[in-house]
Nanobody, 121 residues
Framework: QVQLMESGGGLVQPGGSLRLSCAAS????????IAWYRQAPGSERELVAR???????LYTESAKGRFTISRDNAKNTAYLQMNSLKPEDTAVYYC???????????????WGKGTLVTVSS
């Protein structure tokens, strides 16, 4: 199994920046796509960004030009650099990964517990 731990959330003023981290642990053989989702209070969970193993990236329109997703395969860690933050970015941010473990060598999907990002004056 795989455990994901998000960190880096907090309170930031509009226009500020935060860098989120997602550290994966467990009997990991390989991690495929890594994605960041977010969920605001009373809202649906939405995809923010995702990155493939070869670092091909995809962003939701609202994140383009402001957010950057990256990964360090050697460390089994992904990051989300968030710049020019807006109040509407306020949400719990979740890490999501596709991974193969040595327990059964099956591709499975895993979620982190989330880290809260609050953008407010």
């Amino acid at each position: 199994q795989v455990q994901l731990m998000e960190s880096g959330g907090g309170l930031v003023q509009p226009g500020g920046s935060l860098r989120l981290s997602c550290a994966a642990s467990g009997s990991i053989v390989s991690i495929g796509i890594i994605a960041w989702y977010r969920q605001a209070p009373g809202s649906e969970r939405e995809l923010v960004a995702r990155i493939s193993r070869d670092s091909t990236t995809l962003y939701t329109e609202s994140a383009k030009g402001r957010f950057t997703i990256s990964r360090d395969n050697a460390k089994n860690t992904a990051y989300l650099q968030m710049n020019s933050l807006k109040p509407e970015d306020t949400a719990v941010y979740y890490c999501n990964v596709d991974a193969i473990t040595s327990t059964d060598y099956r591709l499975m999907n895993y979620w982190g517990k989330g880290t809260l990002v609050t953008v407010s004056s």
